[in-house]
């Protein structure tokens, strides 16, 4: 999965932290289930307290989340537009997504980082000449 926002196999207590990590509300990730093999969570921080919510993978790459009782259900084709849905206020959930909490070292696709590498002159000597 190629989302800045996915963390993967997090575990709940490091969700909590990075979440709640400068106490702004509406911090959000999502991350694989701990308790149910091929769920998804997407979390998110509300007056020092993470909400989580269920993603389901649904038939042919859907995908429904669980809101709040009684909330229409509702089936998006991918990820980014659920995200996109929860992005406005008063879709279902205890606060708005507004503050993706980015996974470290992500590279969208297409823009990876060019590592350079130095070469070095093979000599025997306690110093060595770069070559460019």
Do not use: W
Not at 51 to 73: L, M, N
Not at 115 to 125: A, G
């Amino acid at each position: 999965m190629d989302l800045p926002y996915y963390h993967g196999q997090m575990t709940k207590k490091e969700c909590e932290t990075l979440l709640l990590k400068g106490g702004v509300d509406g911090n959000y990730l999502i991350r694989d289930s701990e308790s149910m093999p091929g769920v998804l969570c997407l979390c998110v921080s509300f007056k020092k307290f993470v909400y989580t919510y269920r993603i389901f993978r649904e038939k042919h790459g859907y995908y429904k989340i669980e809101t709040v009782e009684g909330a229409p259900k509702q089936i998006f084709p991918n990820l980014e537009e659920l995200v996109s849905k929860y992005e406005k206020p008063g879709q279902g959930l205890v606060i708005h997504l507004s503050n993706p909490m980015m996974r470290s070292g992500f590279c969208p696709r297409g823009r990876r980082m060019k590592l350079e590498m130095n070469v070095y002159e093979n000599t025997n000597e306690d110093y060595v000449d770069i070559l460019p």
